[in-house]
Every structure is written in structure tokens, then in C-alpha cells.
């Protein structure tokens, strides 16, 4: 019989997926901030969304309030520091998803929607490492 799969295993393919379509994103405007096909972009920033959603309920609902009631005191710093760190970015980026509701604010301005994908996906992808260098393996150490 194989070996179960570390409690975190799951997130960290989250996260894996969440990274490949931000990166998807990206490559789909220039050095200069334009977008060859906006509907296509806005699709996939759609996808994204949906994925981060699911990912956020995940956390938000389940392992963030497991690992603040940890019985290692380790654990629950962590978990608390990123959340303190970190607790906000989804609303930024639901606050960037909300400038750029259709392919078409995303063709009116180009340039910024690249450099304000840039940032919010520095920030998320910022928050992906740190949970996945930092605190899934503390949480799987203690499983």
C-alpha cells in the first residue's frame, strides 16, 4: 500500500494550478501591457478566480481554523502570521477582479490591467511560497 499523501498535499496542488494559470495570464500580454485576445484573458483570469475562490473556502473555512487551534504552539504562530500577513490579499484581488469585469475593460486599458495583474499575482504567488516553504511543512511535521 503506498503511503498517505502529507495533509498538505492538496493545497500545495492548489497552489501548483493557481501558479500555472497566473503564469498562463501573463503570457498573454506583451512587454508593453498588450493583450492579443482580451476575451481569452478574461476567460482565464475567470478560471483563476474560480479556482482561488475554491482554494480561499478551503482555507478560510477549514485549515486556517485547524491549525490556529494546533496544539503546537509553533503551528498556531505560523498560522497566525500569515494570516495577519496575508488575511487581506483576497480581497485585493477581488478588488482587481471587479476593475477588470469584461474583455472589454480589459482591451480600454491594457497596459494597466498587465501592471495591476502583475502586482496582485506577485503578491498571491508571495503568500503561495510562504505557506508551502513555511507552514505546510511545520503542519505536516505535527499531523
Same mark, same amino acid.
Given at each position: /500500500?503506498? $503511503? +498517505?499523501?502529507?495533509?498538505?498535499?492538496?493545497?500545495?496542488?492548489?497552489?501548483?494550478? +493557481? +501558479?500555472?494559470?497566473?503564469?498562463?495570464?501573463?503570457? /498573454?500580454? %506583451?512587454?508593453?501591457?498588450?493583450? #492579443? %485576445? #482580451? %476575451?481569452?484573458?478574461r476567460r482565464k483570469l475567470a478560471t483563476f478566480a474560480g479556482a482561488l475562490r475554491v482554494h480561499a473556502a478551503m482555507e478560510n473555512e477549514a485549515l486556517y481554523p485547524r491549525l490556529l487551534e494546533h496544539p503546537a504552539s509553533e503551528v498556531r504562530d505560523a498560522a497566525a502570521r500569515l494570516l495577519d500577513e496575508c488575511g487581506p490579499l483576497y480581497d485585493e484581488f477581488h478588488d482587481f477582479l471587479g476593475c477588470w469585469p469584461t474583455a472589454a475593460s480589459i482591451r480600454a486599458d491594457a497596459p494597466r490591467f498587465a501592471r495591476d495583474a502583475r502586482r496582485v499575482f506577485r503578491k498571491l504567488g508571495a503568500r503561495m511560497m510562504k505557506e508551502n516553504d513555511t507552514l505546510? $511543512?511545520?503542519? %505536516? #511535521?505535527h499531523a
Amino acid at each position: /500500500m503506498p $503511503p +498517505l499523501p502529507p495533509p498538505s498535499e492538496r493545497f500545495r496542488q492548489q497552489h501548483a494550478h +493557481l +501558479l500555472q494559470l497566473a503564469l498562463e495570464i501573463g503570457q /498573454m500580454f %506583451d512587454a508593453a501591457g498588450q493583450v #492579443a %485576445d #482580451a %476575451d481569452a484573458c478574461r476567460r482565464k483570469l475567470a478560471t483563476f478566480a474560480g479556482a482561488l475562490r475554491v482554494h480561499a473556502a478551503m482555507e478560510n473555512e477549514a485549515l486556517y481554523p485547524r491549525l490556529l487551534e494546533h496544539p503546537a504552539s509553533e503551528v498556531r504562530d505560523a498560522a497566525a502570521r500569515l494570516l495577519d500577513e496575508c488575511g487581506p490579499l483576497y480581497d485585493e484581488f477581488h478588488d482587481f477582479l471587479g476593475c477588470w469585469p469584461t474583455a472589454a475593460s480589459i482591451r480600454a486599458d491594457a497596459p494597466r490591467f498587465a501592471r495591476d495583474a502583475r502586482r496582485v499575482f506577485r503578491k498571491l504567488g508571495a503568500r503561495m511560497m510562504k505557506e508551502n516553504d513555511t507552514l505546510y $511543512p511545520l503542519a %505536516d #511535521a505535527h499531523a
